[in-house]
């Protein structure tokens, strides 16, 4: 089947504008989960979603980043008032596992957020 | 603190020739420990996961060893082709009472360029 999916593939917006970012993870993955790289350096942790228990919020970097998720199915990041700094790339995975064993990650392809 | 670290931000090396990649950990647990590959413009690609209860596992000329004590895992490219070059993420999956506790803690990447 396909695997996950993200939209947009790029994003530009002026700063104090906000974002919505859309994951679709690959069907039957009761696993998904948010990152952000930015450039040249590693995937740093956001928000996790597993099945229908609360998210793991620990990685979000401030208030004016949230998230959401309908079930098993598509996720949303939102990101208020912009700032330079959240320029990145935002990787979205999913995974069939959470607490029954090991966890391999299928990752999209990003959405690339500039701002201005 | 806890940290993740990969010995080289970037490895070059001869084609034919076996590439070794190093991740270290510190004040870390981990259940699993993953790889991963990443090429410029794409998401992760997961590649080898292996236990803590293991010593080493294989996939066609990869390789990745884990050594609980030493707190570190090497990840090896047999044989590297040109097509072998790309950014080698390590990850840890850390340990929860149900088993993998959901995220993964990313270190920040090893480039590999082969040159032929």
């Known amino acids: 089947g396909a695997g996950v999916s993200q939209s947009p593939s790029n994003k530009v917006t002026e700063k104090g504008k906000d974002v919505e970012l859309r994951c679709d993870p690959i069907?039957?993955?009761?696993?998904l989960y948010w990152y952000r790289q930015r450039l040249g350096q590693g995937l740093e942790f956001l928000i996790y979603?597993?099945?229908?228990?609360?998210?793991?919020k620990s990685g979000l970097p401030s208030d004016r980043f949230s998230a959401e998720r309908t079930g098993e199915s598509v996720s949303t990041l939102t990101i208020q008032r912009t700032q330079q700094e959240d320029s990145a790339v935002y990787l979205c995975?999913?995974?069939?596992?959470?607490?029954?064993?090991?966890?391999?990650?299928?990752f999209g392809p990003g959405t690339r957020l500039t701002v201005l | 603190s806890q940290k993740i670290e990969q010995n080289s931000e970037a490895l070059n090396i001869q084609e034919g020739k076996t590439a070794t990649l190093t991740c270290n950990y510190t004040n870390y647990s981990p259940a699993y420990l993953q790889w991963y590959r990443q090429d410029p413009g794409r998401g992760p690609v997961f590649l080898l996961l292996?236990?803590?209860?293991?010593k080493e596992k294989r996939k066609e000329r990869l390789k990745v060893t884990f050594d609980t004590t030493l707190k570190q895992s090497l990840f090896h490219i047999t044989a590297s082709q040109p097509a072998d070059s790309a950014t080698y993420l390590c990850a840890l999956d850390l340990m929860n009472y149900g088993g993998s506790q959901g995220n993964l803690i990313f270190g920040k990447g090893t480039k590999l360029s082969v040159k032929p």
């Open positions: 995975a999913s995974s069939l596992a959470g607490t029954s064993g090991y966890n391999e990650q299928f």
């Open positions: 292996i236990r803590e209860n293991e």
């Open positions: 979603f597993q099945g229908n228990s609360a998210p793991d």
């Open positions: 069907s039957g993955h009761t696993a």
